[in-house]
Each structure stands twice: as C-alpha cells, then as structure tokens.
C-alpha cells in the first residue's frame, strides 16, 4: 500500500501573548498510571486537580478564562446553525478563547475541518444523544489524509461524545482508493474523550501533535491507526473487523531517532470479529508503538508484530509489551525483535507526562 504521508503540524499557528511576563508552575504529571484498571479515572482527576491558570500553558490557560462561548448546532433549526461546518466558519481566525460547538443528536452527513488557525474549539455532544458527524470520502477522491470525515489541523482541539463515521464501504482489495479516515488529527494537544470512531482501513490518521484519546471505541481493519503522532490511549477499546487479507491495528510512521513520537495504548482492550491479528507492522524504519496493561482476546496473532516484509527493521523498531493479559497477550511465539518491557524501560510511558498532559489537558465539558 502507497501512502503519501503529511506533517500539517510542523506548519502550527504561533501565539502572541504575554507569555513572558507569566509566572506559570505546572503540576507533577510523573505519576504513574495505576495498575489497578477500577482506578484510573480516579487516577486521571487527580493528575487534572488544582488550579488550571497555574497548571496550563499560558496560551490556553488565557483562552480558558472568563466565561466560554457556546455554539448550539441542532438539526431541528432550534439551535444556532444546523450544520457544524456552519458552527466552524462563524468561529474567526485566530481566535484566543474556548469555543464550544455544542452538537445535537442526529446524523451529520457533513466533511468537517477545522483549520489551524481557529485553535481553542471544543466539539461536544451529548452522552446520552451522541451526535453522527458521517461522510463517505475516500482516498480515491480526496487523498487518504484528506478523506477523513472529520478533519483537525488546529492546537487545543477538544472531542467529547462523538460518533465519528466514515460511511465508505470496506475495501475488498480491487478498488482503488477505497481507503477512508474517519478521522485526521494533525493538531498539536488534542483531547477525544468517549468517542467513537468507526471505518475500515485507515480509520484514524493520529497525524502529527501530542494527543490523548480516553474512553474511546476505535473500529476498523487495516493500519486503523497510524500516523506520526506522540499518543496515550488509555481505556480504549480496539474492535479489529474481519478482512479479506491481514489484519493489522497500528502503523506508527516514526523514521528518524530524533523524533519524539509513538503510540502508547494503556488499559484498553482489544476485541473483534478477525483473527491473526497484528498489534502493529514496521511502515517505517522506526516505528515507536507500546501496549501495556491490555486484554488482548485471542484475535491476536501470536507472533503479535510484523516487519511489514523488511527484515532489515527488526533492529529499528521500537515495540513494547508490559504486563498485558488475556490469551492474545502470551510473550511464548512472540518474535524476536519485540520487547518484553521491564519496569524501568516502560516508567517513561505511563504516565501524562509522556504527552505532558499537565500543561494542556482539560476535562470535557459539563453543558
């Protein structure tokens, strides 16, 4: 599979602020991520506790002050715009304080983008009436990053309660094309909480940025998550559909040493309808991709990685287990050039300072 892969987060917007004549003290965010699965939400507001103006970076915590503004989309015509595009096009350029897009239940047949120079939005939908932000773009048209459904180029982005669909048909392996994101972040601090996103090949381009994604359900077939971003996915479930050919769950695009990137996947669990499954392939010389604490079904192939064809990558790769569970997660037919983590190689990774959450983080909305 070819891919033209993009780095839209080296062209993030600057900020001009007062930044330098700001005392700002950020929290301790080394704890680590508790072991005990019942405990990490507690763990989690714990790391969130304190006052946001001296935790956050200067840039958000000004955009966090004073009352936010709030955007209603309802496709009944009762809120402020029916379609979210609508929502987005009112925010200005350049914007310096939260904006909350506060989404209706129902179906949004829409292609959405928000463009990096309207940082500071939050997309919000109900828990119990989880709005459909639905499109059917595939590579064939758009390209495969700019197939996605939804589209996220700006920094401070923040999901909640969100039905992220890419509505194309799974490819059969004679279209051409026929990949289709549900989902491109190419924002740097990017927060999706309790959202679903839903395709088959290519579902989530985790593109470029610090991100995390918590309590989220991610569904697809092949490299259904891949990209260059530095990711924590914490408390996710990972649903592999059955395909054709081989089925794989990560493609991390880490090339040099010097990058400071990988997907770090902590108490999810991996479900589905496949088998021999790999947790990730080698796309690129060095990719950076650690499960730990994860029940992994027997989906899972057990040899776990692939070289993607590329011996020569078994000595670059940087792929890491730690303390998984359930009958995918046996470490006996693993190969070689996977690593069975110790407890001070995996400490770097488990916690929020992997994305340094402290500074950027904020829980989603109570609206």
């Not at 989309?73 to 304080?97: L, R, Y």
């Not at 340094?356 to 909305?365: D, F, N, R, T, V």
């Amino acid at each position: 599979m070819t891919r033209k892969f993009t780095n839209l987060g080296a062209l993030a917007i600057l900020f001009i602020t007062a930044a330098s004549r700001t005392t700002v003290v950020f929290s301790d965010d080394t704890t680590p991520i508790s072991a005990d699965k019942s405990q990490v939400t507690t763990w989690f507001n714990n790391n969130l506790k304190g006052n946001l103006q001296a935790r956050l970076d200067p840039y958000l915590a000004a955009a966090e002050e004073g009352p936010m503004k709030i955007i209603k989309v309802s496709k009944d015509g009762k809120g402020d715009f029916k379609s979210i595009t609508d929502a987005i096009k009112s925010v200005p350029s350049g914007n310096t304080k939260r904006v909350i897009v506060q989404i209706g239940g129902g179906v949004y047949n829409e292609k959405i983008k928000i463009e990096r120079d309207k940082p500071f939005i939050t997309l919000y939908g109900l828990p119990n009436n989880m709005p459909n932000l639905t499109y059917a773009g595939t590579a064939l048209q758009y390209g495969t990053v700019d197939s996605a459904t939804l589209v996220v180029e700006s920094k401070y982005f923040v999901a909640a309660n969100l039905n992220i669909v890419n509505s194309s048909p799974m490819p059969d392996g004679k279209r051409k094309g026929a990949q289709a994101l549900a989902l491109r972040i190419s924002g740097d601090r990017a927060a999706f909480y309790n959202c679903k996103l839903y395709g088959f090949q290519d579902t989530v381009c985790d593109d470029d940025g610090r991100h995390l994604f918590m309590n989220c359900f991610i569904q697809g077939t092949v490299d259904f998550i891949f990209g260059n971003g530095k990711s924590l996915y914490l408390n996710n479930e990972i649903n592999v559909l059955k395909d054709n050919g081989m089925t794989m769950i990560t493609a991390h695009a880490r090339q040099s040493p010097s990058e400071d990137t990988g997907y770090v996947f902590v108490h999810c669990r991996i479900t589905g309808t496949s088998n021999g499954t790999y947790l990730g392939r080698a796309w690129m010389t060095r990719p950076r991709v650690i499960f730990a604490y994860t029940d992994m079904t027997g989906i899972i192939s057990p040899a776990g990685w692939t070289n993607n064809f590329h011996p020569e990558r078994e000595s670059t790769v940087y792929f890491g287990e730690y303390k998984n569970i359930g009958p995918g997660s046996d470490p006996k037919a693993r190969v070689k050039f996977v690593k069975q983590l110790s407890d001070a190689e995996v400490k770097p990774f488990l916690s929020l300072g992997y994305i340094e959450g402290s500074k950027w983080l904020i829980p989603p909305p109570k609206l």
